[in-house]
């Protein structure tokens, strides 16, 4: 079956540790992306990647980073800089022609908790 | 900047009634699209329906249609029939056309289907 995986699931960690959360998609799609989602508020772009080894920035990238080696996968670090690293953490990855362009296509989400 | 306004937080009706949930946008941009996501209590988004700004005709998929009215900047989803299934998060979404830079949403609107 196509589609995005994320892991794990739920994710603990200390303040002032970094933690990679994972993303990879089977779906041979050019473009991924990262949004943060907390509660009462829609998505919010994180990063996104339009092609292997690019990456652009996106409405709230501080205190976080991400890399772009293989096509398959997109990983997400969520840095000590990060002020409220608390929340859930959706992937999502697009074609970027044909008759679904654009259209984005969601992973299960992680929820990052840390105290 | 595009922004993404969904002014109903919460609506509830009952099964097999009608709804409409209301989205508008504002952006500077002339061709771009709009999407309808769903997120059950599972939290996988999920694609309900998409609309291309140059295309005057509204999308239907099954029981969802949408208003598109591009002078407006409005962009509303209805539900016939509506199902216990149907209950969820829906959010409206809008992405810029000619690139894949990522989706700007809304805030909202938890829909309950009540029995």
């Known amino acids: 079956d196509g589609g995005i995986t994320q892991s794990p699931k739920y994710l603990f960690r200390k303040e002032g540790q970094n933690v990679t959360l994972s993303c990879e998609q089977n779906l041979n799609h050019d473009a991924m992306y990262w949004y943060r989602q907390d509660p009462g508020q829609g998505l919010r772009l994180i990063y996104y990647s339009q092609i292997v080894n690019d990456f652009q920035k996106g409405d709230i990238a501080e205190g976080y980073s991400v890399s772009r080696e293989k096509k398959e996968s997109f990983p997400l670090t969520v840095t000590s800089a990060q002020k409220n690293p608390t929340a859930f953490y959706l992937c999502a990855s697009s074609p970027l022609a044909g008759w679904s362009s654009y259209e984005q296509y969601f992973g299960p989400g992680t929820r990052l908790t840390v105290t | 900047a595009q922004t993404v306004t969904q002014s109903q937080p919460e609506m509830s009706v009952q099964e097999a009634e009608t709804v409409t949930l209301s989205c508008t946008y504002d952006t500077s941009e002339n061709n771009y699209y709009l999407f309808w996501y769903k997120q059950p209590p599972s939290r996988q988004m999920i694609l309900v329906i998409r609309?291309?700004?140059?295309?005057?005709q509204n999308a239907t998929e099954n029981r969802f249609s949408v208003n598109f009215q591009k002078a407006a900047k409005s962009f509303s989803l209805k539900i016939s029939d509506s199902q216990l299934g149907d209950t969820a998060m829906y959010f409206c979404a809008f992405s810029p056309g000619g690139g894949a830079d990522g989706l700007t949403f809304g805030k909202g609107t938890h829909l309950i289907i009540q029995p």
């Open positions: 609309q291309e700004a140059y295309k005057q």
